[in-house]
């Protein structure tokens, strides 16, 4: 059994947690500093306690003066599953609300048009080569690809490994996402066939590898490494928000959605048929999430497709936030 340095009273539990959750195929890695944090809280200000009471639970529902809302947010969530573990196995112990943190407001997501993703995807197919890293054009130019085409989250992809990777089929897997879930994303052929080159040419210079999309350093690409060509490219195509701002990377996720979504409603196509379909391979928790992308249609394609937008509006949260 690996050791995670775990030192409060709750060392053993922590421990059995993580290897349960790794036994059921959570990477879970991402997690262990905010397991490591609260058994440090538990060690200096609760030695004595065994139990997961009410009162530690409130004190690590705290948000830090320089923490952000999701952070806390994440914070609680893995408290709650630790809390759930505890019961399973025989413990008492105090399961925070879930709704203890209101979500932030949304952020409007940037669309592209298709026109940009092209421009986006020539510029990066032209990227001055560098010696030092001679992969580098060649994984970026697909990464781009897969955000839009395939509507991942960043992370999603850039932590793909090779064994994730399906080309015979067609197929990612993406190992514990956002809420902790695996899913399974199935790819077009046109992508596959685009992948299978990519993987081709980078197996040439690289030879075998963990990661699909592997960074300069041996790990796996740093958001950094992609960021930063990302928002030169898009102040060179004059890519900008209504109030002159670089779009984020991420928005070529609800870029996919949102067209998909285009295409469907000027087809004719019963939404509630398909919506859902789109729900689980964005991987979205609730079905509210994909409706939101409704409302980023044009009015003027609303208008023409006919379609009736209030009758979701009920399915949409007061609150809403920034997956």
């Given at each position: 059994m690996m050791v995670y340095e775990f030192n409060s009273n709750f060392a053993e539990s922590l421990t059995k947690f993580v290897e349960q959750k790794k036994s059921l195929g959570f990477q879970y890695d991402g997690y262990i500093?905010?397991?490591k944090r609260f058994d440090r809280l538990c060690s200096e200000k609760f030695p004595l306690e065994t139990q997961l009471t009410r009162e530690i639970?409130?004190?690590?529902?705290?948000?830090?003066?320089?923490?952000?809302t999701n952070t806390l947010?994440?914070?609680?969530?893995?408290?709650?599953?630790?809390a759930k573990f505890l019961i399973r196995s025989g413990f008492e112990a105090h399961i925070l609300p879930s709704d203890l943190v209101k979500r932030p407001a949304r952020y409007r997501p940037y669309i592209y048009s298709k026109d940009d993703v092209s421009k986006i995807w020539?510029?990066?197919?032209n990227l001055r080569e560098i010696k030092k890293y001679p992969t580098r054009q060649i994984i970026l130019s697909a990464l781009v690809r897969v955000f839009y085409c395939c509507g991942?989250?960043?992370?999603?992809a850039r932590r793909l490994r090779v064994s994730d990777v399906d080309l015979q089929i067609g197929r990612f897997f993406i190992r514990e996402s956002k809420g902790c879930?695996?899913?399974i994303v199935m790819l077009a052929d046109d992508v596959t066939e685009y992948l299978r080159e990519y993987d081709r040419k980078i197996t040439v210079i690289s030879g075998k590898r963990e990661w699909f999309f592997p960074g300069p350093?041996?790990?796996?690409?740093?958001?950094?490494?992609?960021?930063?060509?990302f928002f030169q490219i898009c102040r060179k195509l004059g890519i900008c928000t209504i109030n002159g701002k670089v779009p984020r990377m991420y928005d070529l996720r609800h870029t996919m959605a949102t067209h998909r979504l285009y295409e469907w409603m000027k087809l004719g196509i019963n939404l509630n048929e398909k919506i859902q379909y789109l729900s689980r391979y964005l991987g979205h928790a609730q079905?509210?999430?994909t409706y939101y992308y409704i409302h980023l249609v044009p009015e003027q394609l609303q208008s023409i497709s006919g379609y009736d937008l209030s009758k979701y509006e009920n399915l949409l949260p007061e609150v809403i936030y920034d997956e």
């Open positions: 500093k905010y397991l639970s409130e004190v690590w529902a705290t948000k830090s003066p320089t923490e952000n947010r994440n914070r609680i969530f893995l408290l709650r599953e630790f020539s510029e990066f197919d991942l989250r960043p992370i999603e879930k695996d899913r350093n041996g790990g796996f690409c740093p958001c950094s490494w992609i960021n930063d060509n079905l509210s999430d």
